[in-house]
């Protein structure tokens, strides 16, 4: 595989992957979710050119093993990532690594917590601990230049519990020396992207220690960057899979294959690209939220039809996401619920999305490349200009 150029590597990546056989086993796993997971490994590869060169059945059984979990592969959100490796051999294969937003979330959707948050200490401050309650507070005041010693995590559980530790980077490197055997991998996350190691290190033990995390998902997660992992599902060999070619459907045709074909041509002949310069794809948040108000001003309401399709299509795009969904809807549209979302607007989500014909041979519609990586830069955005953007 690793002599090929990248795009050949990426295009029989994305042909494995797409196979009915890996689908099928994704969809043993995650039922009718199986198409999102899928489609973040290659998002990942996608953003990565030395995960082009890792072997396709390596990239999804690492997706395979983030979806057991239910976390995405896809970068911009860091729930979990796919890291190339050397083999003994001098090939590459990727394997998994859960990231510290990743376990967050696996955290918060048991329902048993308030709030998990992961906060850096700085030179200046000193971390107190209140001997009978054992609670910690921050005292002191922040050195100029600013510079970070440590991390304190905390969380709160609905029931009442709040627990905090505190690590300094010291003691977080020296966890991490004796439990993570990818510690000193070139490639590993302890040397690629320490503060994000940092974050899972204190977090993980914090959880552990004190709080709750589904039993199956405990059992699979590891502190280890590169653990052994049995799964009952086994994906085929390279040679094994059925190859099919994926023929997007036309944008313009979308709405007759879907028996839209009453609606008026102008209704969706109004571009989203005024000028190629500011409304290449994919575009930012702020210029797509700009786009679909100029399309939406001009459309027809849509009808039930298109209704139905656009909520099924943010629903699976954001599968149990259901935050990051009314992030993303109150971003773009003004309204966080999607039943307030007017039709005219709807119409332009529509017409935006331009759907494609699934690959797995199931008859339903998912969203393009473009629009979903754009709905989860809306998604972020939101955050950001809430001020609640986490530290990645």
Not at 81 to 91: A, C, D, I, Q, S
Not at 335 to 348: G, L, N, Q, W
Request: charged letters at 25%; proline letters at 6%; aromatic letters at 8%.
């Amino acid at each position: 595989m690793t002599d090929l150029v990248p795009y050949q590597n990426y295009k029989e990546i994305v042909s494995y992957g797409r196979s009915p056989e890996v689908m099928e086993t994704f969809s043993r796993l995650v039922g009718r979710n199986a198409p999102h997971y899928v489609q973040s490994a290659i998002i990942a590869v996608q953003a990565n050119d030395r995960l082009m060169q890792c072997t396709p059945k390596s990239i999804f059984r690492s997706a395979l093993r983030a979806a057991t979990l239910r976390l995405s592969c896809d970068p911009a959100l860091g729930h979990a990532w796919l890291v190339p490796y050397k083999t003994k051999n001098g090939g590459l294969e990727a394997q998994f690594q859960a990231g510290w937003k990743g376990i967050q979330h696996m955290a918060l959707r048991t329902g048993k917590y308030r709030y998990i948050n992961v906060s850096p200490v700085y030179e200046g401050e000193e971390v107190v601990e209140d001997r009978i309650t054992g609670s910690l507070r921050i005292e002191g005041e922040i050195m100029s230049p600013k510079k970070e010693k440590g991390l304190i995590a905390s969380f709160a559980l609905l029931s009442g519990l709040q627990k905090s530790i505190y690590m300094t980077h010291e003691e977080l490197d020296a966890h991490g020396q004796r439990y993570s055997k990818g510690y000193n991998k070139a490639d590993g996350i302890w040397t690629t992207n320490k503060p994000a190691a940092y974050h899972k290190t204190i977090l993980l033990k914090l959880l552990r220690t004190y709080g709750y995390l589904d039993p199956s998902d405990a059992a699979i997660l590891s502190d280890d960057d590169d653990p052994e992992y049995v799964s009952d599902l086994e994906l085929p060999e390279e040679t094994e899979v059925t190859i099919i070619e994926h023929t997007p459907v036309p944008a313009e045709k979308v709405n007759k294959l879907l028996g839209f074909d009453d609606d008026e041509p102008e209704d969706v002949s109004v571009p989203l690209e005024p000028t190629k310069s500011k409304y290449a794809r994919p575009m930012s948040p702020e210029t797509l939220r700009e786009a679909l108000q100029t399309k939406a001003a001009k459309a027809k309401p849509a009808n039930e039809k298109q209704i139905n399709l656009v909520r099924v299509l943010l629903l699976e795009h954001f599968a149990d996401r259901d935050d990051e969904r009314h992030q993303a809807q109150e971003y773009l549209t003004g309204h966080k619920t999607f039943s307030d979302i007017e039709p005219e607007m709807i119409s332009a989500l529509l017409d935006w999305m331009k759907p494609e014909k699934n690959p797995d041979g199931s008859g339903a519609y998912i969203l393009n490349k473009d629009a979903k990586t754009e709905l989860t830069m809306a998604a972020r955005r939101f955050m950001v200009d809430l001020g609640q953007e986490p530290v990645f």
